[in-house]
């Protein structure tokens, strides 16, 4: 068991860290999410370094990066903006990864050399109004129309990033069979294509980005566009599923990290009966209860990262990281703000945000209580 490290992975954190600072300071993160706006001009940055084609093979213009090595990145961006981290880890896992594991080689050469040079953004569409935690029973129908197309309608909603990305990885109902994850297939959808509408959600937090409400009126995207196997695609979507988790572990962690320290430092410096807060233990262990969460987080998406990378996850490992580490980040950001007390609920510090944000991480991509179900079912029970 080895728990460091390479040196080039250390190089990745620190110029990933340095770069992050300077083109995505607090004011400026602060200043997105207030004008709800996406961090484009950060995201351009990222791109022109190359960082987006991490784990993108370097036969397609990548660097051919690890798990490890991706969740190293995500994490530092996620210290410094988890929004822009939710857009580079769509973006790499339902482009990039999606398209390695499961596209035709002809779909590899046209979309991963693009997709490494953050020329092309990818969002994912698979919640429906009436399949959310139920995600398999989605009703979007695609059906061929016999001239080397589908033809696509149907409505999705909380498609996040839909108005700011060019290609929708979509989940679509191809036929009707006596099991609901049969007959699924999955689309790379042009998000400009006609028939498309897209609507914006007003949500608590996530703001820069945000999320999206999406119909589908005979829209017509060309065959080869079906990434996977059409009428078999529910095993490609729980594989995007297992990487999501992975990603959305390691960036939200990063972003814990980032309220905790912000939290540790208050502490220090803001007194009330003559002394630091954090002298108080009711503070001092709440700090120390975050830093063991941050701890155990980092062990957990690290060593799922590990397991990807060995090609050994399993569907009860992907729960546990996804459950621990949002519930995890939820607490953080939660007695973050109890610990800068009237400030903390205050619009003028960035603790509001972090805790705004954090709320979805028990919500979206498989609620808490789904994951215990799925923990639950690995127990026999
Ligand atoms: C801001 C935001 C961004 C999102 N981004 C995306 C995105 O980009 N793409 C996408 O496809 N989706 C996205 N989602 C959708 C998200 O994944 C769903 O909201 C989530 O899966 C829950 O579905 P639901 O909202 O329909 O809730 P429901 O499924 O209706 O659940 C309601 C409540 O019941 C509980 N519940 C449901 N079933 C069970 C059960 N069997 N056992 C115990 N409890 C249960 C849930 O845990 C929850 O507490 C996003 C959502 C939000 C809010």
């Not at 660097?63 to 991706?70: E, F, M, Q, R, V």
């Not at 790499?92 to 080689?105: C, F, K, Q, V």
């Amino acid at each position: 068991m080895d728990f460091s490290f390479t040196q080039d992975q250390e190089d990745l954190r620190r110029h990933a860290r340095d770069l992050l600072e300077a083109v995505c300071p607090p004011d400026y993160v602060e200043k997105c999410d207030v004008e709800g706006r996406a961090p484009r001009e950060a995201f351009d940055k990222l791109a022109e370094q190359g960082w987006l084609g991490l784990i993108i093979p370097t036969e397609y213009g990548g660097a051919g990066g690890s798990a490890i090595d991706l969740a190293i990145l995500l994490e530092e961006i996620g210290r410094q903006s988890e929004e822009l981290a939710m857009w580079v880890f769509r973006t790499m896992t339902y482009g990039g990864y999606a398209i390695m594991a499961l596209g035709t080689e002809a779909q590899r050469k046209r979309f991963l050399p693009k997709i490494a040079k953050g020329e092309l953004t990818y969002c994912f569409g698979l919640t429906e109004p009436e399949s959310g935690s139920d995600a398999a029973a989605l009703t979007t129908r695609a059906e061929a129309t016999g001239n080397g197309s589908y033809l696509i309608n149907g409505q999705k909603v909380f498609t996040s990033g839909m108005d700011i990305s060019d290609y929708c990885l979509l989940v679509t109902r191809t036929s009707k069979r006596e099991r609901k994850q049969e007959g699924i297939t999955m689309f790379l959808v042009d998000t400009k294509l006609p028939g498309i509408e897209v609507r914006k959600i007003d949500t608590l937090g996530h703001r820069a980005i945000g999320t999206t409400q999406v119909f589908y009126n005979d829209v017509e995207v060309p065959a080869d566009m079906v990434i996977g196997e059409v009428d078999n695609g529910w095993t490609s979507v729980d594989a995007c599923l297992w990487y999501e988790r992975l990603c959305l572990s390691a960036a939200r962690t990063g972003t814990a990290q980032a309220a905790f320290e912000l939290a540790l430092d208050y502490a220090k410096s803001r007194e009330q009966f003559g002394r630091p807060i954090g002298k108080f233990q009711a503070i001092s262990h709440k700090l120390a209860d975050m830093k063991m969460m941050l701890e155990i987080s980092r062990l957990l998406f690290y060593r799922f990262a590990w397991a990807m990378d060995e090609g050994e996850p399993t569907r009860h490992d992907a729960a546990i990281l996804k459950l621990y580490t949002s519930e995890a980040y939820k607490a953080v950001t939660d007695m973050g703000l109890q610990i800068f007390g009237g400030y903390g609920y205050c619009m003028e510090y960035p603790m509001q945000r972090f805790y705004r944000d954090a709320r979805l991480a028990v919500i979206g991509a498989g609620s808490s209580e789904i994951q215990r179900n799925i923990i639950a079912r690995s127990l026999g029970l």
